[in-house]
């Protein structure tokens, strides 16, 4: 499986941005696609993940209620919505795949990984 994500770019606090993530090859039953980002002189931390089947969705706190993550199964592709965005949410962005526990929050229980997609966020 190979993950691209887009969509990311600049934008002044509150504003939107939606990032996409097209998977080739198949997303297996019971997996799910996460977000994470990395600010810089920060640690990469969890976004939001979702079930690839099922859809359910699962966020981090710091972007719940702001941050919508989906996915169209028939396009293998997920989608991060972000709007009310802050300048704190400004990071690279990356989409990852996983075949274990979708609620994951741990970079290492994620098997693929996309290239990142930077996010400035300006006040």
């Known amino acids: 499986v190979q993950l691209q994500a887009s969509g990311g770019g600049s934008v002044q606090a509150g504003g939107s941005l939606r990032l996409s993530c097209a998977a080739s090859?198949?997303?297996?039953?019971?997996?799910?696609m996460g977000w994470f980002r990395q600010a810089p002189g920060k640690e990469r931390e969890f976004v939001s993940s979702?079930?690839?089947?099922?859809?359910?969705?699962y966020y981090a706190d710091s972007v719940k209620g702001r941050f919508t993550i989906s996915r169209d199964v028939a396009k293998n592709t997920g989608y991060l919505q972000m709007n009310s965005l802050k300048p704190e949410d400004t990071a690279v962005y990356y989409c990852?795949?996983?075949?274990?526990?979708?609620?994951?929050?741990?970079?290492?229980?994620?098997?693929?990984w996309g290239q990142g997609t930077q996010v400035t966020v300006s006040s």
């Open positions: 090859g198949p997303i297996f039953s019971n997996a799910g």
């Open positions: 979702v079930s690839w089947y099922v859809g359910n969705t």
């Open positions: 990852a795949a996983t075949r274990r526990d979708w609620r994951s929050t741990r970079q290492y229980e994620y098997d693929y």
